[in-house]
Nanobody, 124 residues
């Protein structure tokens, strides 16, 4: 059974930082591109960042470039998202996802496995 479990969300003031983690089980982790998406109330789920199987390539949404950093530890089957200089508009539920595509996918439909999400709330 595949499980992706996110952690690290919380309430933070604008300008603050958080580190999200997502640990996988039930998959051969280094066979999967890993991604982060987020969904704010009343909005569609949106791409945030993704990282290649080996970790040597990554992509970011324009809205988070320069502020967020994705990384992975294949030995620990964990992907991280470092969130810096947070803004109130970053408030959302953040989801971890796994894609078997060989490219660094940015579309939600490319991801076959999803976590339950972790809430990030940024106060102004």
């Amino acid at each position: 059974q595949v499980q992706l479990v996110e952690s690290g969300g919380g309430l933070v003031q604008a300008g603050g930082s958080l580190t999200l983690s997502c640990t996988a089980s039930g998959i051969t982790f280094n066979w999967y591109t890993m991604g982060w998406f987020r969904q704010a109330p009343g909005q569609d789920r949106k791409f945030v960042s993704a990282i290649s199987r080996s970790g040597d390539a990554s992509k970011y949404a324009d809205s988070v470039k320069g502020r967020f950093t994705i990384s992975r530890d294949n030995a620990q089957k964990t992907v991280y998202l470092q969130l810096n200089t947070l803004k109130p508009e970053d408030t959302a539920v953040y989801f971890c996802a796994a894609s078997h595509d060989t490219v660094v996918a940015t579309t939600a439909s490319d991801y076959g496995y999803w976590g339950q999400g972790t809430q990030v709330t940024v106060s102004s």
